[in-house]
């Protein structure tokens, strides 16, 4: 899965046109003189036919900045007049303080309000070389200064619960096409660290925690071609974090071992029989290893760990019906060993493939999602029964999040949809409002994340929007800065960046 062209949410796309007034000149009392001074009066007319007569005097409502389809109406700084509406010249963008260049300019880069941090620097439209700051995002507040406003968050679509919600954002500069990421304390220092996958440029970028959930400039780890699926877990039993990602163009699974200081020995390369977007780490057969599952085009491979970070070589499951997209392990059954549920990317149903505890899986059992492509899934219990429950990104003909409650027997029910604004790509499950229920936030093709906060009992309420990219991929959630709340991070695949939404 790739994002498409990017697409500036918060730059102020253009003005409604109305037609121009029809102007009327009163000439003076006594018939001669203005009554306003410059005012040109009705029967002395302009001597060209296209004029007007304003204050000011005889002016071309079409084309005049000074009076733009009306007498007195100025255009901002940079515009210009064009059929008698105001618009910035060819490739400018109108932000705060006039008509500018989202390409190049370091204040606005990409689109309104993105600031390139200390030695960034705005290049072709993306933050190089430094941090981006994209400012706050306060969903509840006064129109004015509500950037989730800017985003479309419409009064009727805005419960007052959104006011719950308050984001800070930021933007780090990653590689080209990043796509999905992972989350840990990669260097051990009570910090939490990303990683995410840089599709484009075959390389992992690591982005180190420091104070306050800020995080240092990207380094990059070497690994196959088109990365996609990334997991972070101890996988060599030293009590340092490591990772594993799933190659989709070179077929094969890549194993980093941790150094400790978030750094990594050169990749240890197992062949798979195709990969997709998504991997995971868990123990599927009880002998408290960590194992790997990465889909397959058409199933699933399964490689069982061995001990010190090795792998034997993968076994693949196959079926025809089958175009494996991301995966998660669970026990849905109460008591159970894990199960693996498989999304698919043009089928429209999520496959369920019991655990037999040894490392292999029974027949796989589908259940609809809806018309749509599926991409991340996401696992949590919505309505607090202690039986895990999944959320699954569609994009397609049907776009949005597929809920899915589970039964507590191995089995789900069927799918309710949250709506979004876009194609939905990534989806994470959380807290995100404190009050003890688990939310979703929805990662967009049009640059923005939509919160849907849980009532508790598997519903949800309207989306509460937030403007903080180009064009989404996946996207994570933890207390990325210590303060006891939950935060997001999402892959900007068209604005080649990681965003960072921390709770405030």
Known sequence: ?????????????????CPPPTLTNTPAPDGGADAVPGLVA???????????????????????PENCGGCGNACAGGEVCSDGGCACPSGGTLCEGGCTSTLTDDQNCGFCGTVCGPGGR??????????????????????????????????????????????????????????????????????????QTNIDDGTVGIFLGQDGGTFSAQATVAVGSWPNGIAATDLSQDGIPDLAVANYQSSNVSVLLGKGDGTFQPQVAYPVTGT????????????????????????????????????AAAQTTTDPALSGQCLAAVASKAGGPLDLLLTNQSSGFLSVFPGNGDGTF????????????????????????????????LYGATNGVAILLGKGDGTFGAA?????????????IADLDGDGRADVAAANFDGSIDVFLGDGTGGFGSPCPVAAGMGFAWIASADLDGDGRMDLAASDDSGNALVVLLAR
């Open 362 to 393: 029974g027949t796989g059992a589908s259940y609809p999602t809806g018309q749509g492509e599926e991409s991340e899934i996401a696992v949590g219990d919505f309505n607090g029964d202690q039986v895990p429950d999944v959320a699954i990104a």
């Open 122 to 195: 705005c290049e072709d439209g993306h933050c190089v070389g430094g941090p981006i700051d994209a400012g706050s995002v306060d969903t509840g507040g006064d129109a004015g200064t509500d950037a989730g406003a800017d985003a479309g968050c419409a009064a009727a679509a805005c419960p007052s619960a959104c006011a719950a919600l308050h984001f800070s954002i930021a933007r780090y500069t990653a590689g080209k096409g990043p796509v999905s990421l992972a989350i840990a304390d990669l260097n051990r220092d009570g910090r939490l660290d990303v990683a």
């Open 42 to 64: 009705a029967d002395a007319g302009c001597p060209q036919a296209s004029a007007t007569a304003c204050p000011s005097g005889c002016a071309n409502l079409l084309d005049d």
């Open 1 to 17: 899965m790739r994002i498409a062209a990017p697409i500036g949410v918060a730059a102020l796309l253009g003005a409604a046109c």
């Open 416 to 428: 309710s949809y949250l709506t979004t604004s876009s194609l939905t790509y990534g989806v994470a």
């Open 276 to 311: 997709s977007e998504g991997m995971v780490a868990a123990d599927f057969n009880g002998d408290r290893l960590p194992d790997l599952a990465v889909p397959a085009i058409e199933g699933y491979s399964i490689l069982l760990g061995k001990g010190g970070g090795l792998f």
